[in-house]
């Protein structure tokens, strides 16, 4: 599959300063009506071929949902065994909201996909966002398990485990994270929030003084400085 900016492999989580993570935000919904997205669809445009699918994953990038959706549905409407078809369309109802239409369509990507970790994540993700956490946590881990040199799976993972109040595996998924890329920031930001919740004093000092050192001048840098100027250190 042609990769796509998934809905924030980083999402953006914060609520408040005094508590950064407290839920990762599920992938972005905008205010958009199931049936106001149907209405979207209703002239569907000649399947093109494979190419139809890589033309629509770049528009759903974009956040050109509509005609990424009318050529995806006319390519699951002529290969309906096309994984990556249902996948991108799944994609694209659950950014404009429609959870159970990408709840369809995930589903069947998995079914026809099975060995791709993208397919689970999203379906993991959406599954959340509908308030099944049971069957989330088991698509995150499938796609943890299947990638676990991607950092992405480690932490959709981990929001899941914060959701549910389990700290301490939250807190191992995130390190997992951290050494798959140990000089991003945002990363470590997580994982600075993640030990704060776990009462890990000493490590989230480390982690927020680690953030401070690598985005010395982004927004990310003085989260961490507020976060430690808060606590007395400098």
Do not use: C
């Not at 993208?118 to 959340?128: F, I, P």
Request: charged share 25%; proline share 5%; net charge positive.
């Amino acid at each position: 599959m042609t990769d796509v900016a998934m809905p924030g492999t980083l999402r953006r989580f914060v609520r408040s300063r005094a508590d950064l993570v407290t839920g990762f935000v599920m992938l972005g919904s905008l205010a958009v009506t199931a049936a106001g997205a149907f209405a979207l669809v209703l002239e569907v445009p000649t399947w093109r071929g494979r190419q139809s699918v890589t033309h629509a994953a770049r528009l759903i990038d974009e956040g050109d949902y509509a005609p990424a959706i009318r050529t995806l549905l006319g390519a699951v409407a002529t290969a309906p065994q096309d994984a990556r078809a249902h996948y991108y369309l799944g994609l694209a109802y659950a950014r404009l909201g429609v959870v159970t239409g990408a709840m369809r369509q995930l589903s069947d990507a998995v079914r026809l996909a099975p060995g791709d970790p993208r397919v689970h994540d999203a379906l993991g993700q959406t599954l959340r966002e509908m308030g099944d956490s049971r069957a989330a946590r088991r698509e995150l881990e499938e796609a943890a398990h299947l990638d676990p040199g991607d950092p992405r799976y480690q932490i959709d993972l981990a929001g899941l485990l914060l959701d549910q109040g389990e700290l301490a595996p939250a807190v191992e998924r995130l390190r997992q994270a951290v050494r798959l890329r140990p000089r991003s920031a945002e990363i470590r930001l997580l994982l600075a929030t993640a030990l704060r919740r776990a009462g890990d004093y000493d490590g989230m000092v480390r982690e927020y003084t680690k953030v401070r050192r690598l985005a010395p001048s982004n927004p990310l840098g003085e989260i961490a400085r507020q976060a430690l100027n808060e606590r007395g250190v400098r």
